[in-house]
């Protein structure tokens, strides 16, 4: 049968972890999340950068692609229950604008035209590409950040 023996400081981790435990933790969450998903901003910010912008049929045209740049974000933390989530996505409105769209174009619908492709446009799924690439570094991430802040809150008491 498998035995494991503690050593004396095993007991004091453990009660440290148990009062940190107790306190308000979101904040840790909060920084471990975001530090994660800017990983995944920035790859995406490279991304879309790369693009030549020059030929529509194959990409987006240089106005979409500053558009797409101008519009790309991390949303606010969603507490709900056990759930902690931060999004990455696109918001606001691009400088096409039309006669029964004075705003411009939305820019979601500029980045869903690109993934999903179109009549006039071949499909480039560049946000799951970036977000297979970049998973793993994201989770280190966030790993290394939030064992930084446990330790640091562990050992201020």
């Known amino acids: 049968m498998a ?3 503690m050593g004396k400081g095993f007991d004091a981790y453990l009660s440290a972890l148990e009062k940190w435990e107790k306190k308000d933790n979101v904040p840790v969450m909060k920084m471990a999340l975001y530090d994660g998903a800017s990983v995944v901003l920035d790859a995406l910010h490279q ?3 790369t693009w030549s912008g020059t030929d529509p049929m194959n990409g987006p045209t240089s106005i979409d ?5 101008k519009g790309l974000g991390i949303s606010p933390m969603d507490y709900n ?3 902690v989530d931060v999004k ?3 918001a606001g409105y691009g400088h096409k604008t039309a006669k ?3 705003k411009g174009v939305p820019i979601p619908m500029i980045a869903r035209s690109i993934i999903a492709g179109t009549s006039f446009r071949n499909k480039y799924d560049f946000v799951g ?3 297979r690439k970049t998973r793993n570094q994201s989770i280190e991430k966030m790993d290394e950040t939030l064992n930084k802040e446990i330790e640091k809150r562990l050992s201020n008491g």
């Open 3 to 5: 035995k494991i023996e």
């Open 47 to 49: 991304e879309i950068s």
């Open 65 to 69: 692609k500053e558009d797409l740049l």
């Open 81 to 83: 229950g056990n759930d």
């Open 88 to 90: 990455i996505g696109f």
């Open 100 to 102: 029964y769209n004075e």
């Open 129 to 131: 590409k970036v977000v």
